[in-house]
């Protein structure tokens, strides 16, 4: 990386997580106020001294990492809940994290949100990537699904769409494909083609969004099976490559086509150019720029059971060639006899799955919101019972573990957003507001975490 673009990156981390050397304070910044925490850009005082910043944490001296007040309202005031994480299993991600800080990672910091329905609408995950990436750089906006299997299933910070009757979405829980098979990919939802000139795209946000405006770097997902056909990639409108699908034997497989462009706006589309299926795992935006990527990914009903359902070899396959540093469980909600499959020993088999695929593959496991459904007012026992066995499969796997219920307000707290439209009416969703504030606190916790981690091992991220 330019010493001008870590000095930049290492000057936005200053200003807005207070982030220095041993020798080189630095004063954090006012608290943020209602309900919105906002980090601040690099002023032009953080500017001049980043290049001493960077020399000082690029030669490795100790790293002394300050978070900035967590998200406050003057109108609901939760608890501040800490992760819990006895064994230290955020270690991968907080190494990559201290290299971020120091100018010397080589890769972006990613993050995966696994959620149920609160995650279709990509509120709470699209607000953690707003805040780690005007804090410490917009490395792309990640992965995003090809295909909507419900209407209201969006990513905040880019544009896609699709000719709809042109794709069926597929997706492991509520629309499955109709042979059953398990070829989704991590993502967990695919576009799957039905006619020649069937097109899908995707492109960057607006010019005025804080995040996702541009991309440099542009990747299509698809499967590589017997009865696949092609399609052709175009950038911005003018064909870029022509991509087989098929595969004449064996199990299916994961396929990508990568395309680098300058870094800027863009759009790519997908066109189907034979009869024959193709079916598209996801489309990622990355840029050859420091920072985050934050993907959610939030499937409708999505449980346990349905993780597992995906193919464990597809799934190390893209993990083989887009590897997550943190992986984030917010599921729960959907619950299902445990004669089936004991909860505990579900969570635990698909964190297994991932380390068999990502050695020492960090992962957190949150509680679900709180449940106001019909007009509850108070926390179901069903919902304590979720909470119970989340918190033993973190034990057991072992993982960290986050109380996303208790960081909202605990008892009741359902209620309570909804007064102030941060609930949606069905007492279920978190609003677009209700999901920022979480979003916030989520990302508050993590980095309060690694500030804890930080102080301890104050030459992380040399190596």
Request: glycine letters at 8%; aromatic letters at 8%.
């Amino acid at each position: 990386m330019a010493l001008r673009a870590q000095a930049a990156l290492l000057a936005l981390a200053l200003t807005a997580y207070g982030v220095s050397s041993a020798d080189e304070g630095h004063k954090a910044p006012a608290p943020a106020s209602a309900l919105a925490l906002a980090p601040a850009l690099a002023s032009a005082s953080a500017l001049a001294s980043a290049p001493a910043l960077a020399s000082a944490l690029a030669s490795c001296g100790p790293l002394r990492f300050e978070p900035p007040p967590p998200p406050r309202s003057d109108l609901l005031a939760p608890p501040l809940v800490d992760i819990e994480d006895p064994q230290t299993n955020l270690a991968r991600f907080f190494e990559h994290v201290a290299a971020l800080l120091r100018g010397r990672a080589k890769t972006p910091v990613r993050i995966a949100v696994y959620g149920d329905s609160n995650g279709t609408m990509d509120r709470i995950s699209g607000e953690m990537r707003r805040v780690l990436q005007t804090s410490y750089g917009d490395a792309g906006h990640g992965f995003i699904a090809l295909a909507r299997p419900w209407p209201w299933y969006l990513h905040e910070y880019v544009e896609a769409d699709y000719m709809h009757d042109a794709w069926s979405a597929y997706t492991v829980t509520t629309h499955p494909t109709p042979a059953l098979d398990p070829w989704y990919g991590p993502g967990l939802i695919v576009a799957q083609s039905k006619q020649t000139g069937a097109a899908t795209w995707v492109q960057t946000a607006p010019s005025n969004a804080p995040i996702g405006t541009h991309v440099s770097h542009l990747e299509a997902w698809y499967l590589k099976w017997p009865p696949g056909g092609a399609f052709e990639v175009q950038v911005d409108g003018a064909p870029k490559a022509t991509v087989d699908t098929r595969q004449a034997e064996g199990t299916p497989s994961f396929g990508f086509a990568a395309l680098d462009v300058p870094d800027g706006p863009h759009k790519m589309t997908m066109v189907a150019k034979s009869a024959r299926p193709v079916r598209l795992l996801g489309a990622v935006l990355e840029r050859d720029e420091a920072g985050f990527q934050v993907d959610g990914l939030g499937v409708g009903s999505l449980n346990c059971l349905c993780v597992l359902r995906e193919s464990e070899e597809l799934d190390r396959q893209v993990l083989a060639h887009r590897p997550y540093d943190l992986v984030v469980f917010h599921i729960g909600s959907n619950t299902w006899n445990p004669a089936v499959l004991d909860p505990v020993e579900c969570m635990t088999s698909a964190i297994a799955r991932l380390r068999r695929a990502v050695p020492e593959q960090s992962v957190l496991i949150m509680t679900p919101p709180d449940w106001g459904l019909g007009g509850v007012t108070k926390t179901p026992a069903w919902l304590k019972g979720v909470e119970s066995y989340l918190h033993r499969s973190a034990q057991q796997a072992p993982a960290a573990f986050y109380d996303f219920h208790r960081a909202m307000g605990g008892e009741g707290s359902m209620a309570r957003f909804q007064r102030l439209s941060m609930g949606e009416e069905d007492g279920v969703h978190l609003t677009g507001r209700g999901g920022a504030f979480m979003g916030q606190r989520v990302v508050d916790a993590l980095m309060r975490a690694f500030a804890a981690w930080a102080a301890e091992h104050p030459s992380a991220g040399c190596e």
